[in-house]
């Protein structure tokens, strides 16, 4: 049976886990770029029984899965992953699996760009590395708010550290109760405009649904103010897209971190590429070792079941 690893962007996938436990039964291929082109894609990935992919990297849509007559499984990494039309794989007879793990990286990198935007970082780093000095002055984070949307596991983790730094944490989501935030310490916000209106760094941290599709919008960024910050690190989307350039690039926000965009990866001349007051990231935030390794474990242990007759962690 053939194998495809899609996606993997630093040659690691066959290094994270013991694939020699499949190769016996398996010829497996890494491809360690993306395919852009979706003819290039199909002639890659026509001739296999298996194909492994990560999170949202490409989407596995009812149009290509029904270019793929002799797939049979498809692994994903995580137990969601909203870029997979379930529907039509279960249709075709695609068995499709996620793996558990994940680690804290997201958590971590959400706090590397709260304070690489506080601190100026990569203008005061540039300044450095081109023989200048200090050029701007940082944003002190003890005694300002920091206002979550969303309180699940990330987003209280994220608050934990914003009270270290001695900051007035609040929350809002759509689901979120009285009792959730006062276990976590935290003021809950009596609507999504009040957090906006009143938070100096706003983040994000909620699943991609139809509910929370353009969630923030030209509306809500308006309500910010010009001082704040707004960080996503869970799903592009979430935020209008234009709107958020807009309000960019007319200071409407002091600036933005970001770690996850609408398509990934970013075309060339994208104004996120582009925008100063902006910090970008592609996409880094669970790309951590304990979260690999979790993965690609969880991965050969998907394969071995269904090849074993006996799927575990199928999704649909």
């Given amino acids: 049976m053939k194998c495809a690893i899609l ?3 630093q040659n690691v996938a066959l290094s994270m886990a013991e694939w020699s436990k499949l190769t016996d039964r398996l010829e497996v291929h890494a491809f360690n770029r993306h395919f852009e082109d979706r003819e290039e894609l199909v002639a890659a990935i026509e001739d296999c029984e298996i194909i492994v992919i990560m999170r949202e990297r490409t989407p596995f849509r009812s149009d290509l899965l029904q270019r ?3 797939l049979k499984l498809l692994v994903t990494t995580g137990m969601r992953n909203a870029s997979i039309d379930l529907a039509a794989a279960a249709e075709l007879g695609i068995t499709v699996c996620g793996t558990r793990g994940g680690g804290e990286g997201t958590t971590e990198l959400t706090w590397a760009l709260i304070l690489g935007l ?8 540039e300044a450095v590395r081109g023989g200048g000095w200090q050029s701007t002055i940082g944003v002190d984070l003890k005694g300002k708010r920091l206002g979550l949307i969303g309180l699940g596991h990330i987003g209280s983790n994220v608050a934990r550290i914003g009270q270290a ?5 609040m929350a809002w989501s759509q689901n979120l109760t009285p009792d959730k935030a006062e276990a976590a310490g935290v003021q809950l916000a009596s609507s999504k405009e009040e957090l906006l209106e009143s938070s100096d760094i706003v983040s994000i941290h909620l699943v991609l649904s139809d509910r929370t599709r353009g969630l923030i919008g030209a509306e809500e960024l308006k309500r910010m103010r010009p001082t704040a910050f707004l960080v996503n690190t869970s799903r592009g989307p979430i935020v209008d897209r234009e709107a958020l350039i807009d309000a960019l690039r007319r200071d409407g926000i002091a600036g933005a971190g970001l770690d996850v965009f609408e398509q990934e990866p970013l075309p060339q001349d994208d104004p996120f590429r582009l925008l100063s007051n902006v910090l970008a990231t592609p996409h880094i935030g669970y790309v951590t070792e304990a979260a690999y ?3 690609y474990k969880g991965i050969v242990e998907d394969i071995e079941a269904y090849l074993a007759g006996s799927p575990v962690n199928v999704l649909g």
Avoid at 165 to 169: D, K, L, R, S
């Fill in 165 to 169: 730094f001695g900051m007035e944490v």
């Fill in 118 to 125: 506080a601190r100026k970082l990569v203008l005061e780093n």
């Fill in 7 to 9: 996606d993997d962007y």
């Fill in 68 to 70: 793929l007559p002799k």
């Fill in 293 to 295: 390794q979790g993965f």
